[in-house]
C-alpha cells in the first residue's frame, strides 16, 4: 500500500502504465496518419493518370483518419478517492482497447502507403 491511502502499489503502478499506453498510442496513430497523408497527398498532386489504386488509396485513408480520431479521443477516466480493482479493470480495459485500434490504424496507414505505391509502379 502506498504512504497515504490505501491503494496497493500494484493498482497505482498498473493504471499508471495504462495511461502511459493511451498516450503512446495517440503518439503513434498521429504520426501513422501523417506519414500516410504525406504519400497520398504528394500523389495526388502530381499530374498522373488517376485510377484504381488512387480511390483504394483514399478509402485507406479515411480509414486510417475515422481510427486515428476514434484513438485521440480514448481518455482514462478520472476517479476520486482510492483506487480499486474496478479502477485499474477499467484502465485497463481502455488501455487494450486503445492498443487494438492503434494496431488496425497501423495497418491501414500502410496499407495506404502500398496503394500509393501501386498506383505510381503498377
Not at 5 to 31: C, D, M, Q, Y
Not at 57 to 74: D, G
Amino acid at each position: 500500500m502506498t504512504e497515504h491511502s490505501g491503494t496497493p502499489k500494484w493498482v497505482e503502478r498498473e493504471v499508471g502504465h495504462s495511461r502511459r499506453v493511451i498516450s503512446n498510442a495517440k503518439l503513434v496513430v498521429t504520426f501513422s496518419a501523417a506519414l500516410a497523408t504525406t504519400f497520398v497527398a504528394g500523389t495526388m498532386d502530381k499530374d498522373h493518370q488517376h485510377g484504381l489504386w488512387d480511390e483504394v488509396a483514399l478509402v485507406f485513408m479515411a480509414l486510417t483518419l475515422i481510427y486515428t480520431v476514434r484513438v485521440v479521443l480514448l481518455r482514462h477516466g478520472a476517479h476520486e478517492g482510492e483506487m480499486d480493482r474496478d479502477v485499474f479493470e477499467r484502465a485497463k480495459q481502455i488501455a487494450d482497447k486503445a492498443h487494438r485500434l492503434m494496431v488496425r490504424q497501423v495497418i491501414l496507414s500502410l496499407l495506404t502507403v502500398v496503394a500509393v505505391v501501386c498506383q505510381l509502379r503498377l
